[in-house]
């Protein structure tokens, strides 16, 4: 079975600050890695992807992978109180298969 | 408007009676794949198709089927609907397997 390990949370972080998002996954064959947004009752929405070690900056986001550690994760600086919400990690393996981790809910409080 | 079209919004049933739920999207996407999202435990993937000529299982496909008959549409059918089935069921599509995926805005299933 394969795993993709989140913290449920809630992670609080006040206006401003720096919020860390972790995820963990089981299969070293896994050959892509995606954060999603979702705001309560709405569908995910891509936040970022990446696909090779190392880190990748967008905007006030930066998602860094460690394929030998089976780590990935999400910095989200200047956290505003729109980026409360669930944080899915989903990992991409055999060129079609996706596996999501259950999200971490953030509360970004003014 | 670049979008993927879930029908219906919400759906009550009872147990046994065959369901459909229709996905659509218009963005000549080559990928299209559905998921059910359970409180706990995420999103998991119950079937997914690379192109009309290619479909297959998920984490979880038991109890559901799919048809992939034409590119746009690829709908979800449960024939015979348990009430562990009851969840909120997300379509996706991309243009290919690597790229981001573009979710419906989804449907919340009861089965009685």
């Known amino acids: 079975q394969k795993e993709v390990e989140q913290n449920s949370g809630p992670l609080s972080v006040p206006e401003g600050a720096i919020a860390s998002l972790n995820c963990t996954y089981s299969d070293r064959g896994s050959q892509s890695f995606f954060w999603y947004r979702q705001y309560s009752g709405k569908s995910p929405e891509l936040i970022m992807s990446i696909y090779s070690n190392g880190d990748k900056e967008d905007g006030r986001f930066t998602a860094q992978l460690n394929k030998a550690s089976q780590y990935v994760s999400l910095l989200i600086r200047d956290s505003q109180p729109s980026d409360s919400a669930t944080y899915l990690c989903?990992?991409?393996?055999?060129?079609?298969?996706?596996?999501f981790g259950s999200g971490t809910k953030l509360n970004v409080k003014p | 408007e670049a979008q993927v079209t879930q029908n219906p919004r919400y759906l009550i049933t009872v147990t046994g009676k065959k369901l459909t739920v229709t996905c659509s999207q218009n963005m000549n996407h080559e990928y299209m794949s559905w998921y059910r999202q359970d409180p706990g435990l995420g999103l998991r993937q119950i079937y997914y198709?690379?192109?009309?000529?290619?479909?297959d299982k998920g984490d979880v496909p038991e109890g559901y089927k799919v048809s992939r008959k034409e590119k746009r549409n690829f709908p979800l059918i449960l024939e015979s609907p348990s009430p562990n089935q009851t969840s909120l069921y997300f379509c996706?599509?991309?243009?290919?397997?690597?790229?981001?995926?573009?979710f419906g805005s989804g449907t919340q299933l009861s089965v009685l």
């Open positions: 996706a599509s991309s243009p290919t397997w690597r790229e981001k995926l573009f």
């Open positions: 198709s690379m192109n009309v000529e290619v479909t």
């Open positions: 989903a990992v991409g393996e055999n060129f079609n298969k996706f596996y």
